[in-house]
């Protein structure tokens, strides 16, 4: 899909400009943090820190459900998806980011700037569906729990996994072939450090109103609905807990929760900062420190909450490393 992106773009951009009284150019500057000047070296190697931390411990998630049978259940199928889906989000971004922070000429073509703002855009559409579907996988735990293996079963909880995937790539697509047939004159400076959809319809001179009420649709149906979803399923949830006799089960019923709910909080809160909450006191070095907490921090705080305040996962780490080091001291 990004390679069919990437034609239509190329074929897009390389029209001339019939005017002839624009000045049509083939790449963008990503400005990014430019203005630290000498503390780029110091950012740089941070977040190559944090980029790596958040590969490996996704990576780990994802390897320690793989082989520990006591987490193939539908909760940890969907925890793999959205450990993959962190890894590719953040993919989508960081390394560029680390490339432009070690150079002067922060460049970067226009078929690099779609196919980057489309792989960003439809991973963090699929974070959304996939928190979602998660949600809805606690409640049929503890709102129907003689019927769970029935509602969430292998072929609902693979469509459901399938659908998050899929779900912006029909929006996605033809949106920023949209706004890469625009044309970009003037300036070709982003003030950004990747190619978020509106800094560069900002760059270009061309009326974008029904671009723009296009992608607030879109953050509506594929964000917002997700959202008003997961929040329906928590009150349900929390509506039924709170009738347990008990208070040990409540504990119980709490914690098999707290997990999803602090990493749909750390998402949900980052991303309604960033792209929906009005700023308009804000400079443009808040917006870059914002965007860089929702690309890169939050991402790599999902495997840590997920293997500290888990005691499944947990176990099964602690089970794993046993079993390792007894078929190390057998092997010698």
């Given at each position: 899909m990004a390679d069919i992106l990437l034609i239509?773009?190329?074929?897009?951009?390389?029209?001339?400009?019939?005017?002839?009284?624009?000045?049509?150019?083939?790449?963008f500057v990503l400005v990014g943090f430019s203005y630290l000047k000498e503390l780029q070296i110091l950012l740089f190697v941070v977040l190559l820190v944090i980029y790596l931390l958040t590969v490996m411990g996704n990576l780990l998630v994802i390897l320690l459900i793989k082989l520990s049978p006591s987490l193939h259940t539908p909760m940890y199928f969907f925890l793999v998806n959205l450990s993959a889906s962190e890894i590719c989000f953040t993919s989508s971004v960081v390394p560029q980011l680390l490339a432009h922070l070690l150079v002067e000429e922060k460049t970067i073509s226009i078929s690099a700037c779609a196919v980057g703002m489309y792989l960003s855009a439809i991973m963090g559409l699929t974070e959304c569906c996939l928190l979602a579907?998660?949600?809805?996988?606690?409640?049929?735990?503890?709102?129907?729990?003689?019927?769970?293996t029935t509602i969430m079963s292998g072929r609902v909880c693979a469509l459901l996994a399938g659908a998050s995937w899929a779900a912006g790539?029909?929006?996605?697509?033809?949106?920023?072939?949209?706004?890469?047939?625009?044309?970009?004159?003037?300036?070709?400076?982003?003030?950004?450090?990747?190619?978020?959809?509106?800094?560069?319809?900002?760059?270009?001179?061309?009326?974008?109103?029904?671009i723009k009420a296009v992608g607030s649709m879109v953050i509506v149906l594929f964000t917002l609905c997700p959202?008003?979803?997961?929040?329906?399923?928590?009150?349900?949830?929390?509506?039924?807990?709170?009738?347990?006799?008990?208070?040990?089960?409540?504990?119980?019923?709490?914690?098999t929760c707290s997990s999803h709910l602090t990493v749909m909080t750390v998402f949900y809160g980052t991303a309604l900062i960033t792209y929906l909450v009005p700023k308009p006191g804000s400079t443009t070095e808040s917006d870059l420190l914002i965007s860089l907490l929702n690309t890169i921090v939050s991402p790599a705080?999902?495997?840590i909450i997920y293997t500290l305040r888990n005691k499944e996962v947990k176990e099964a780490l602690r089970k794993t490393v046993q079993k390792s080091r007894f078929s190390q001291h057998w092997r010698n």
């Open positions: 239509a773009v190329e074929m897009t951009s390389s029209k001339s400009d019939p005017g002839g009284n624009q000045t049509i150019f083939d790449v579907a998660m949600a809805y996988d606690r409640y049929a735990a503890i709102c129907h729990p003689l019927r769970y790539t029909s929006v996605e697509v033809p949106l920023i072939m949209w706004i890469f047939s625009l044309p970009f004159c003037g300036s070709n400076r982003i003030p950004h450090f990747f190619c978020d959809i509106q800094p560069v319809l900002n760059l270009a001179c061309a009326e974008t109103s029904q959202f008003l979803l997961t929040l329906l399923s928590y009150v349900r949830i929390i509506s039924t807990i709170l009738k347990l006799p008990s208070a040990e089960g409540r504990r119980k019923a709490f914690s705080l999902n495997p």
